[in-house]
């Protein structure tokens, strides 16, 4: 389980904390821009060290943790694929980062590619495929990477509509087990796929919430976002 | 990243730096200095001064007009303007011996005429060279400060019918000039090759010159040590003074465009202007060709054996300066920026009369000729490396660090599989750059090579001294041919198969 236990992060005049425990599952982020999700998820990566607070997952304690040293994988708004690498590269970067690949990390690979629809794209480079294909990839990389946390920081926002249903769908099927966190602007995007929520505003991250029951009866901060 | 690789490369600067000045410090025992060394510190800085005024001075034409017109070839000549950079001074001196020397085109047309010839040696030899190397860098230098002022401003004055420039050009001149003179006066300080080849004499000596004829002639260490702290001291006083100004970047990318303007202006003085330009860089540089291909034939021996250890001293020197200058660019921080810009005040005679003091007990130099050589070189390219290198570190780890951060890519692996992909252009460049430097470099060599030893910018002096003229035209030509052909294959060499 992920533990944000008395989180006190500072930026200047930004302030934003957070005290509550994550079940395995989807979780959103949503909150205003501005709000502090992104930071959120780089203080649990550890990008941002808090002013206070730890970061635990079960009892083992990440806060001063090395981002690769964390049981968590991270999708970011951009960048996700290294451009003069492979796609089986780029996913077996999730597996050794060194990439010296035995052959069956090669099988597991290719079997990963399939889950996510890319079977056959394993040599190209990732300027070869389209958005969604490229978004796809990444996911792959998460997925064998085998890590328990996946933070998701709206990586698949410059995709269109359908495209973002169908990854979010995607990531819903193959993460199941896994702790995610998934940041977006889009309240319909956490009615989709969340099993709760977590409301960033205001200078806090709130407790996370059933989706159904937090939509049903929104408290003030979320009416006010969203609008 | 480890910070260990750049905390290394930046101690091994430092030290040869500082160590080398220590060593000609303790051995300058008499600090006076005798009317021959005044003679050569006056003179090194008034043919640097006027070098400088002279460089920029014709570069303002020049740069204005490419700035404003255009035409079939405008973009190659811009491209030409960056050559002279990577030309082997002695290579060019030989050209322009061709076009303004004794027996040269200029001397005979003028002959024809009637009209007394005039001479390339001496003080306004040395600044015509100076001129030849400097005036494409100036160009540069202000073109890109034309460049800079937004096309809107030109709309705007054309729409106000204001005078453009007073409004516009020469605000920008005045943040520009100062910056590009220092530059260039530097350069001028330390430009060994062109004193020994035009300058000599009591009367075009410079304090370079002096330490090596000290060294070579009179085997007077104690002079040359106290020329050597003279020599360091005029550099840091200039270095000081460049510090205070802002300097431009040289590299800058995006000269092949130009701004629309309605101020019209005289077509014919910018043609004027281009023309002259281009035929003063351009015909030395023909000549080299046309009179060394004869040479190229009949090259003797030793020519192609200097050759052979030019490439090896080059492809090392080139090999360590972008080792060091990538080790630099991750390390980051104050101190690596204080490193990277040292090399630039220094001047190669000091410091390798400082290694020669330092060494001579123990070893014959002349062994130690290439191995220095190629130390000093990279040294002398580690600013020019880091400052195509530090922006393009800055952006691979801005754009890919945090995903390399949460795979756990790290040390040898993110060198491997991000770092060194991700920066083949700014690599290929940077060693082309610095491969074609140490090629060309006639400086240190000239301090310790014995004739075993000698490279091929080395060779070719000799040659040009012993007036075997057509061994020499051939031996430069061939120095031109291997200093473009490294350029072209190192920079080649990161382009090719580049991922976006």
Redesign the interface.
Known sequence: MLTLDGLDIRQGDFRLRADFAVQAGITAVIGPSGAGKSTLLSVI???FAPAGGRVLWDDSNLTGA????RP???L?QD??L????TIA?NVG??LR???RVRQTDKARVTDVLGRVGLAGYAQR?P?ALSGGQQSRAALARVLV?DRPVALLDEPFAALGPGLRTEMLELVREQLHGRTVLLVTHDPDDARLVADQVILVAEGIALPPKDTAALFADPPEALRRYLG | MHHWPGMTVAAIVLAVLLGSLLAVGLRADNFALGPADWAAVRFTVTQALASALVSVGLAIPVARALARRRFIGRGLLVTLLGAPFILPVIVAILGLLAVFGRGGLVNVGLDALGIETVSIYGFSGVVLAHVFFNLPLATRFLLQGWLAIPAERFRLAASLNAPVGRLLEWPMLRVTLPGAFVVIFLICLTSFAVALTLGGGPRATTVELAIYQAMRFDFDLGRAALLAVVQFSICALAAVLAWSVTVPDGFGAGLDRTVTRWDGGHWWLDGAAIALASVFLLLPLATIVWRGLPGLLVLPDMVWAAAWRSLVVAVTSAALAVGMALALALRGGRLVAVVGVLPLAASSLVVGTGLFLILYRWISPATLALPVTALLNAIMALPFALRVLGPAVTQVQT??G??A??????G??RLR??LL??LRRPLGFSAGVAAALSMGDLGVIALFADADRATLPLVMYRLMGAYRMEAAAGAGLLLLILSLGLFWLFDRGGRVD???
């Open positions: 990566a550890g990008f090395a981002p690769g040293q968590v994988s991270m970011f960048n996700n290294f451009p003069h690498l590269q970067l999730g980062p060194d990439l480079k300027g990477a | 754009a890919f945090p995903l951060d949460t795979l756990g890519l790290q040898w692996a599989w991000l992909p991700r580049a991922d976006a």
